[in-house]
T-cell receptor, first 112, second 113 residues
Framework: EDKVVQSPLSLVVHEGDTVTLNCSYE??????LLWYKQEKKAPTFLFMLTSSGIEKKSGRLSSILDKKELFSILNITATQTGDSAVYLCAVDPYNQGGKLIFGQGTELSVKP | EADIYQTPRYLVIGTGKKITLECSQTMGHDKMYWYQQDPGMELHLIHY???????EKGDLSSESTVSRIRTEHFPLTLESARPSHTSQYLCASSVSGAYNEQFFGPGTRLTVL
C-alpha cells in the first residue's frame, strides 16, 4: 500500500532557529513530491520536486528530494512566527489520475 | 483573478438536514477534488473529477455525492447530515498535464449537531 510518512509530527522552536522537516514515502510509480503549508485554512503550494539532488529554494525555505532513499526534506532557516503552520508532504504517482497521497503533516510552532 | 472558492466557510446544522457545499474555480482546470480533513489528521480524498460529467469516488468512503455539470463548478451534497460528518471539507483543482500541482480552496468547516 502506498504511504507517505512525515516526521516529526510536531515541533516547537524559537524565532531564528533553523528547522528540517522530513518526508519519506513508499509509492509505486512515483512522479513528483509536493510540499504545502497549511495555516488555519487551505494548504498553499510551496514546492514540487521531481528530480533527485536538485534543491528548490524560495526565500528562507528550501527543499530537496532523494529518489534513491525515497525521502525529501524541507528546510526553513531563520524561522519567524509567521512560519507557524502544518507542513504537508504529498506524492503524486503516475497512473493515479492526479490523486495525491498525503502524509499526516508536521505541525511547526515558532515561539517569539 | 483566477482562484478557487468555497461556500459556506462555516456551517452548523442539525442532524438529518440536506446540505450542499459549493466549490468553484476560475482557472479553467479540468480536474477537481474533494478532501475531508479531521483536526490534526491527514487529508483524505473522497471524490474527484477529470472533467464535465466525470466523477469518481476517492480512497475514503463517504456518504456524500458530487456532480460536475460545468467545468468550473463541483458541488458536494450530503442528503442527510449526521454528527459523524463533522469535519473540514477542502476542494482543490489542477490542470491536466504532466504534473499535478493542486490548488486548494479555503475550506468549509462543517459541524453537525
Amino acid at each position: 500500500e502506498d504511504k507517505v510518512v512525515q516526521s516529526p509530527l510536531s515541533l516547537v522552536v524559537h524565532e531564528g532557529d533553523t528547522v528540517t522537516l522530513n518526508c519519506s514515502y513508499e509509492v509505486t510509480n512515483f512522479r513528483s513530491l509536493l510540499w504545502y503549508k497549511q495555516e488555519k485554512k487551505a494548504p498553499t503550494f510551496l514546492f514540487m520536486l521531481t528530480s533527485s539532488g536538485i534543491e528548490k529554494k524560495s526565500g528562507r525555505l528550501s527543499s530537496i528530494l532523494d529518489k534513491k532513499e525515497l525521502f525529501s526534506i524541507l528546510n526553513i532557516t531563520a524561522t519567524q512566527t509567521g512560519d507557524s503552520a502544518v507542513y504537508l508532504c504529498a506524492v503524486d504517482p503516475y497512473n493515479q489520475g492526479g490523486k495525491l497521497i498525503f502524509g499526516q503533516g508536521t505541525e511547526l510552532s515558532v515561539k517569539p | 483573478e483566477a482562484d478557487i472558492y468555497q461556500t459556506p466557510r462555516y456551517l452548523v446544522i442539525g442532524t438529518g438536514k440536506k446540505i450542499t457545499l459549493e466549490c468553484s474555480q476560475t482557472m479553467g482546470h479540468d480536474k477537481m477534488y474533494w478532501y475531508q480533513q479531521d483536526p490534526g489528521m491527514e487529508l483524505h480524498l473522497i471524490h474527484y473529477s477529470y472533467g464535465v460529467n466525470s466523477t469518481e469516488k476517492g480512497d475514503l468512503s463517504s456518504e456524500s455525492t458530487v456532480s460536475r455539470i460545468r467545468t468550473e463548478h463541483f458541488p458536494l451534497t450530503l442528503e442527510s447530515a449526521r454528527p459523524s460528518h463533522t469535519s473540514q471539507y477542502l476542494c482543490a483543482s489542477s490542470v491536466s498535464g504532466a504534473y499535478n500541482e493542486q490548488f486548494f480552496g479555503p475550506g468549509t468547516r462543517l459541524t453537525v449537531l
